[in-house]
């Protein structure tokens, strides 16, 4: 103030970034740094320098200073690899802050309604009869979604608290799928068939194609997209359905719009993946630690924090022992204590 009396100019102002677009840009640089090293790790190490030189020749033409097997190493094997931990983290990691934000609950994963289950038992079907891979990509998605349908229509069949009802729908639904499953292992050859079952149950990125990814990356683009549309909504939703329904709110159509687009995430997540828990559930919980309880930022930091921990987790599933380990198990050994200890930190984040 004294500057402006004897000047009559007032100081330049350097500009503080915004918080949020803080956070947005530390967790992506994180995601680029935690997939730079992804790429570079495996049984063939490759520098940083050559896998920034392989990345970039598929865009520009510079000289090709590296050799042909790191280049199919890297854009034939881990690319894809590492491409589907980006999709699946950063889609199941969304998929459950809906999931939390629609049912008012942060105990609340995309596997609520039965889709793990049913996803379970479609490629369960499909490699005991088939054994071909892309049919019980196939089959995990149908049946993936087909249970979620038949949760949502047992929930209508009663009119009174229809959140609870679907919750418990979706309990009674993953349950029948989840015996199902088990007899099909019942019958399953436990000499051929059987191992397969039970490793794909486990959960992999061991397997991912180019295939895989042009097959599901629709879904997951256009499902996101309308998730990080309506995610203001959700923060309406989660006051509650008679609040929401004053504020004009039609939250039949809302909570079906949410539930679909969830749901076909996840089951494209599980069919090209197999079974990992505990990303959607614990992921958005850290997201509400950084950013609050506010859906218009707790989406798209998940997504990034997702992202960069299931990228993360596949690099040790693969680098820990000579031979790889299953993901799912490394993320509920990972997830349980995290999960524990934000339990024991209290609600806060969800509340706040």
Known sequence: MIDMIHTGKERPVKAIPHPFALTIAVLTALLAAVTVISLMTGRIFITPGDVIKILVSRFLPIPHSFSATFESVIIDVRLPRVLAGVLVGAGLSLSGAAFQGLFRNPLVSPHLLGVAA???????????????????????????????????????????????????????????????????????????????????????????????????????????????????????????????????????????VIVLCATCITAASVCISGIIGWIGLVVPHIGRLLVGPDHKRLLPVSMLIGASYLVGVDMLARSLLVIEIPIGILTAIIGAPVFAYLLKKGQSGWSR
């Open 118 to 256: 049913g996803s379970g038992f479609g490629a369960a079907i499909a490699i005991l009869l088939f054994s071909n891979i892309l049919i019980t990509q196939v089959s995990a998605f149908i049946f993936g979604v087909v249970a979620v349908a038949l949760a949502y229509m047992l929930s209508r069949t009663y009119r009174s608290a229809p959140i609870l009802m679907l919750v418990l729908s979706g309990i009674i639904v993953g349950s029948l799928f989840s015996a199902l499953t088990s007899f099909v292992k019942y019958l399953a050859d436990p000499m051929n068939k059987m191992p397969t079952i039970v490793f794909w149950l486990l959960g992999s990125l061991n397997n991912i194609s180019n295939t895989d990814l042009a097959a599901v990356s629709p879904v997951f683009t256009v499902c996101a997209a309308i998730l990080l549309l309506i995610r203001w909504r959700i923060n309406i939703l989660a006051m509650g359905e008679e609040d929401a329904r004053a504020l004009g709110v039609n939250t039949q159509v809302l909570t079906t």
